[in-house]
């Protein structure tokens, strides 16, 4: 139960994260939507900006052609003018119809070019403050433009990252939520199946009261009828006055010592690794040692520390014989369990280690203040940590007497025991809490103390990951003592309640007393065992007496073989490693043999090169190396023969069975030949299963390996697709806006040429009429 509120409350924990996270998400996400609505309204407004642009440019050019026109226009105007003039000149004498005449078109001509001079200065100015005032907007919005990609890049990036870590943690929520699903329908299930055998148990006890009710009232009847003498005023003067023993309260007490056993697993555990990563951090800071030693008070310390295993690990130990000292035949109250005296011994031990540890301790929390990158913080951190290892060592010394009151429990005057263990048991459950209470503490200074430890300067990774490992070993010491008081105070009941004390009085139970009433226990056990046996019938005396040594000398040769069976193991186990060491030399051999024949044949072709007159000295070489090796390999085989036989099973060391034996020696030979086939399908089993599993193993993590590369590759590619996808889209953008401006520009230049080719024309008319109107004149004047 404790584990399942355990998980309901991790849960609710994690649920109540999941909306936080989930409601931070939906702000961050409208966020996100809102810079891309603004970058998407920056972008229109930029593109309608490039349009306006090449729409000014497209003016800009058809006004600078209409200027070139216009200029040239002036140009031929001035040389008609000038050629006008000097015809004018040339015709002074002949009359002053004509000079008025064309000194007033000469005025007509200079009042045109000034306007169009001044008009082409106009539009010259305005062009340039077009010019300007478009380059600025065009800047600033370029610089906007390149900040909202910034920002809305960095949004993105956060947006990603939120992303990421939000559905890591949706996953597991999720693998968490369906877990928690599975279990807690096994718990329905467990609990239906639970209602079913209560209600079971009800019925039966129902009958077994009702059965119960009618023995009870039957045995008073006997009672009153055939037992008079039963004493009911001096109960201590009852020669019936004898202590039942408890069933269920045996039951209950090794439960509850067992639940107890995994608590202090887990506090052991913890005590274990806050000394270790203790240790280990007195020599990485405030001096490395790697780099340059330590102070000697360190130096004690850390040895001090490296000691810890030799004061924990025996509590583990002792509890667990503490545990296994209760069962269902034995009186558990604290007068009879002795081994809560060993227990006491090694806490108080224990105990005492801490008190040597503890000067050592606030001396170094001290040399760290003394650092010249101590902060007042850390100072004032370290002062509380100081404080808290105080407290702590001061609340395992109270432990420790509550214990050894435990088991040296007080009596009377008169000899009878004093029930005063409640208020020890209580003071020890207050005490488990204060322990709790000192250690949480603890966590919190040292917490906060590495938070402003990742600030120094000199601060290493290796100090951060040793500091993260000790304030894991603080928090697991914290959640041990937490379960650890709250399961002695939800069973202080049971351990202030006396289970066992005779009828009518309420005295504790003394070690003499337990062992009369399990002595009783087992006689009447054993009774009720024989008259539910059927009885066998009478042995004369003396066929008992040939059974009785036929019983010995059987128990002997029981005896004799059960030594004789370990002998033959040992034997086995020699000759297994007998066996590999042979294969080894075996192997050796084939290796030395490969080498030989390497040599020999490098040797034969030597020789076959060599002279005609060295072959027979070769084939001697050869002969004789053939002989040595046939030699080497002929006692291998034999030894072989000698040491290994074959079977349907496999290959197994054998010892020469002598022939002609006796009884005894083929019973010993065939448990022999028994036991040695039992243990070689047992070791080809094994060796099957172990390869099976290797094998699976290297396989899962060939598959979990290929699914992690196949996920990075799906990744790669959805992002390779999504950028392809907006390249997509900003050049079709692209090419839509060029499309459009180009299609802009031919309607404004074919204007522009319509409307050029009108003015030409009208030009022209002029020019032509001009030209008629100074023929017809000169013909007047020539006429005259």
């Given at each position: 139960?404790?584990?399942?509120?355990?998980?309901?409350?991790?849960?609710s924990?994690?649920?109540?994260?999941?909306?936080?996270?989930?409601?931070?998400?939906?702000?961050?996400?409208?966020?996100?939507?809102?810079?891309?609505?603004?970058?998407?309204?920056?972008?229109?407004?930029?593109?309608?900006?490039?349009?306006?642009?090449?729409?000014?440019?497209?003016?800009?050019?058809?006004l600078?052609?209409?200027?070139?026109?216009?200029?040239?226009?002036v140009?031929?105007?001035?040389?008609?003018?000038?050629?006008?003039e000097?015809?004018?000149?040339?015709?002074?004498?002949?009359?002053?119809?004509?000079?008025?005449?064309?000194?007033?078109?000469?005025?007509?001509?200079?009042?045109?070019?000034?306007?169009?001079?001044?008009?082409?200065?106009?539009?010259?100015?305005?062009?340039?403050?077009?010019d300007?005032?478009?380059?600025?907007?065009?800047?600033e919005?370029?610089?906007?433009?390149?900040?909202?990609?910034?920002?809305?890049?960095?949004?993105q990036?956060?947006?990603?990252?939120?992303?990421?870590?939000?559905?890591e943690?949706i996953?597991?929520?999720?693998?968490?939520?369906?877990?928690?699903?599975?279990?807690?329908?096994?718990?329905?299930?467990?609990?239906?199946?639970?209602?079913?055998?209560?209600?079971e148990?009800?019925?039966?006890?129902?009958?077994?009261?009702?059965?119960l009710?009618?023995?009870?009232?039957?045995?008073s009847?006997?009672?009153?009828?055939?037992?008079?003498?039963?004493?009911?005023?001096?109960?201590?003067?009852?020669?019936?006055?004898?202590?039942?023993?408890?069933?269920?309260?045996?039951?209950?007490a090794?439960?509850?010592?067992?639940?107890?056993?995994?608590?202090?697993?887990?506090?052991?555990?913890?005590?274990?690794?806050?000394?270790?990563?203790?240790?280990?951090?007195?020599?990485?800071?405030?001096?490395?040692?790697?780099?340059?030693?330590?102070?000697?008070?360190?130096?004690?310390?850390?040895?001090?520390?490296?000691?810890?295993?030799?004061?924990?690990?025996?509590?583990?130990?002792?509890?667990?014989?503490l545990?296994?000292?209760?069962?269902?035949?034995?009186?558990?109250?604290?007068?009879?369990?002795?081994?809560?005296?060993?227990?006491?011994?090694?806490?108080?031990?224990?105990?005492?280690?801490l008190?040597?540890?503890?000067?050592?301790?606030?001396?170094?929390?001290?040399?760290?203040?003394?650092?010249?990158?101590?902060?007042?913080?850390?100072?004032?951190?370290?002062?509380?940590?100081?404080?808290?290892?105080?407290?702590?060592?001061?609340?395992?010394?109270?432990?420790?007497?509550y214990?050894?009151?435990?088991?040296?429990?007080?009596?009377?005057q008169?000899?009878?025991?004093?029930?005063?263990?409640?208020?020890?048991?209580?003071?020890?459950?207050?005490?488990?809490h204060?322990?709790?209470?000192?250690?949480?503490?603890?966590?919190?200074?040292?917490?906060?103390?590495?938070?402003?430890?990742?600030?120094?300067?000199?601060?290493?990774?290796?100090?951060?990951?040793?500091?993260?490992?000790?304030?894991?070993?603080?928090?697991?010491?914290?959640?041990?003592?937490?379960?650890?008081?709250?399961?002695?105070?939800?069973?202080?009941?049971?351990?202030?309640s006396?289970?066992?004390?005779?009828?009518?009085?309420t005295?504790?139970?003394?070690?003499?007393?337990?062992?009369?009433?399990?002595?009783?226990?087992?006689?009447?056990?054993?009774?009720?065992?024989?008259?539910?046996?059927?009885?066998?019938?009478?042995?004369?005396?003396?066929?008992?007496?040939?059974?009785?040594?036929?019983?010995?000398?059987?128990?002997?040769?029981?005896?004799?073989?059960?030594?004789?069976?370990?002998?033959?193991?040992?034997?086995?186990?020699?000759?297994e490693?007998e066996?590999?060491?042979?294969?080894?030399?075996?192997?050796?051999?084939?290796?030395?043999?490969?080498?030989?024949?390497?040599?020999?044949?490098?040797?034969?072709?030597?020789?076959?090169?060599?002279?005609?007159?060295?072959?027979?000295?070769?084939?001697?070489v050869?002969?004789?190396?053939?002989?040595?090796?046939?030699?080497?390999?002929?006692?291998?085989?034999?030894?072989?023969?000698?040491?290994?036989?074959?079977?349907?099973?496999?290959?197994?060391?054998?010892?020469?069975?002598v022939?002609?034996?006796?009884?005894e020696?083929?019973?010993?030979?065939?448990?022999?030949?028994?036991?040695?086939?039992?243990?070689?399908?047992?070791?080809?089993?094994?060796?099957?299963?172990?390869?099976?599993?290797?094998?699976?193993?290297?396989e899962?993590?060939?598959?979990?390996?290929?699914?992690?590369?196949?996920?990075?590759?799906?990744?790669?590619?959805?992002?390779?697709?999504?950028?392809?996808?907006q390249?997509?889209?900003?050049?079709?953008?692209?090419?839509?806006?060029?499309?459009?401006?180009?299609?802009?520009?031919?309607?404004?230049?074919?204007?522009?040429?319509?409307?050029?080719?009108?003015?030409?024309?009208?030009?022209?008319?002029?020019?032509?009429?001009?030209?008629?109107?100074?023929?017809?004149?000169?013909?007047?004047?020539?006429?005259?």
């Amino acid at each position: 139960m404790a584990n399942v509120t355990d998980l309901q409350t991790k849960y609710s924990r994690l649920a109540q994260e999941y909306s936080k996270l989930r409601a931070q998400n939906q702000v961050l996400k409208k966020a996100v939507v809102d810079e891309q609505a603004n970058s998407a309204s920056l972008k229109e407004q930029l593109k309608q900006r490039d349009q306006s642009l090449r729409k000014q440019e497209q003016e800009m050019d058809s006004l600078s052609f209409r200027n070139q026109q216009l200029a040239k226009r002036v140009e031929l105007l001035q040389e008609e003018l000038a050629a006008n003039e000097a015809k004018s000149k040339r015709g002074k004498n002949k009359g002053d119809s004509p000079s008025h005449h064309g000194g007033r078109t000469q005025s007509v001509f200079d009042e045109d070019l000034q306007k169009k001079i001044e008009e082409n200065e106009r539009l010259h100015i305005q062009f340039y403050e077009a010019d300007e005032q478009h380059k600025k907007e065009e800047a600033e919005m370029r610089s906007r433009l390149e900040e909202l990609e910034r920002s809305s890049q960095h949004h993105q990036a956060v947006v990603d990252g939120l992303t990421a870590k939000y559905s890591e943690t949706i996953e597991r929520l999720q693998s968490d939520k369906a877990r928690l699903e599975v279990k807690t329908q096994t718990l329905e299930r467990e609990g239906k199946d639970c209602r079913l055998r209560a209600e079971e148990c009800q019925q039966q006890l129902r009958r077994c009261q009702s059965e119960l009710n009618r023995q009870l009232k039957q045995s008073s009847s006997v009672i009153q009828e055939k037992v008079p003498f039963n004493d009911t005023q001096f109960s201590d003067y009852n020669s019936l006055n004898v202590p039942s023993h408890n069933r269920r309260h045996q039951l209950k007490a090794r439960d509850l010592a067992g639940q107890a056993f995994s608590f202090i697993q887990d506090l052991v555990a913890g005590l274990l690794n806050f000394h270790s990563y203790t240790e280990q951090r007195v020599h990485i800071y405030p001096l490395d040692s790697s780099i340059e030693s330590i102070s000697p008070l360190n130096q004690k310390f850390s040895q001090y520390l490296h000691e810890n295993a030799v004061y924990v690990r025996p509590l583990e130990e002792s509890f667990l014989q503490l545990h296994q000292s209760i069962t269902e035949d034995t009186v558990t109250v604290l007068e009879t369990v002795d081994k809560l005296k060993n227990l006491c011994d090694i806490f108080s031990t224990y105990c005492r280690f801490l008190q040597k540890l503890l000067p050592y301790q606030l001396k170094s929390l001290e040399e760290e203040c003394q650092t010249p990158l101590c902060t007042p913080a850390l100072t004032l951190k370290n002062r509380e940590l100081q404080n808290d290892v105080k407290r702590v060592t001061l609340v395992f010394d109270k432990l420790q007497n509550y214990i050894s009151l435990l088991t040296f429990p007080s009596f009377r005057q008169d000899g009878m025991p004093q029930s005063n263990t409640s208020a020890v048991f209580t003071q020890l459950s207050a005490c488990l809490h204060s322990l709790h209470d000192a250690v949480k503490e603890m966590s919190k200074h040292y917490n906060q103390k590495a938070s402003l430890e990742q600030d120094l300067p000199t601060a290493t990774e290796k100090l951060f990951t040793t500091t993260e490992c000790l304030l894991g070993s603080l928090g697991s010491l914290t959640s041990s003592t937490g379960k650890l008081a709250t399961f002695f105070s939800n069973n202080l009941d049971f351990f202030t309640s006396s289970g066992y004390g005779p009828r009518g009085n309420t005295v504790a139970l003394n070690p003499l007393q337990a062992e009369i009433m399990l002595s009783n226990k087992k006689k009447a056990a054993s009774y009720i065992q024989a008259l539910k046996r059927p009885r066998p019938q009478s042995v004369p005396y003396r066929e008992a007496l040939a059974n009785r040594r036929i019983l010995t000398s059987s128990t002997e040769s029981r005896e004799g073989l059960t030594q004789q069976v370990q002998q033959s193991q040992e034997k086995i186990a020699r000759l297994e490693q007998e066996k590999e060491h042979w294969l080894l030399e075996a192997q050796l051999g084939k290796v030395r043999l490969e080498k030989e024949n390497q040599r020999i044949s490098d040797l034969e072709a030597q020789l076959a090169m060599a002279l005609g007159e060295g072959r027979n000295s070769q084939t001697t070489v050869v002969s004789s190396l053939t002989q040595n090796h046939e030699e080497v390999e002929t006692p291998l085989k034999t030894t072989a023969k000698e040491t290994m036989c074959t079977s349907l099973v496999g290959m197994l060391c054998t010892v020469p069975v002598v022939e002609h034996v006796g009884d005894e020696e083929s019973r010993e030979q065939l448990i022999k030949t028994h036991y040695m086939t039992r243990v070689g399908e047992l070791t080809t089993q094994l060796q099957v299963s172990d390869s099976k599993a290797v094998h699976f193993h290297s396989e899962c993590r060939a598959l979990a390996k290929r699914l992690a590369i196949a996920e990075k590759s799906r990744e790669t590619i959805v992002e390779e697709m999504k950028r392809a996808s907006q390249n997509i889209t900003h050049l079709q953008d692209e090419l839509s806006t060029t499309k459009r401006s180009y299609e802009d520009q031919l309607s404004m230049m074919s204007d522009h040429l319509c409307s050029m080719n009108e003015t030409l024309s009208k030009q022209k008319e002029e020019i032509d009429t001009l030209k008629l109107g100074s023929k017809a004149n000169a013909k007047k004047n020539k006429g005259r």
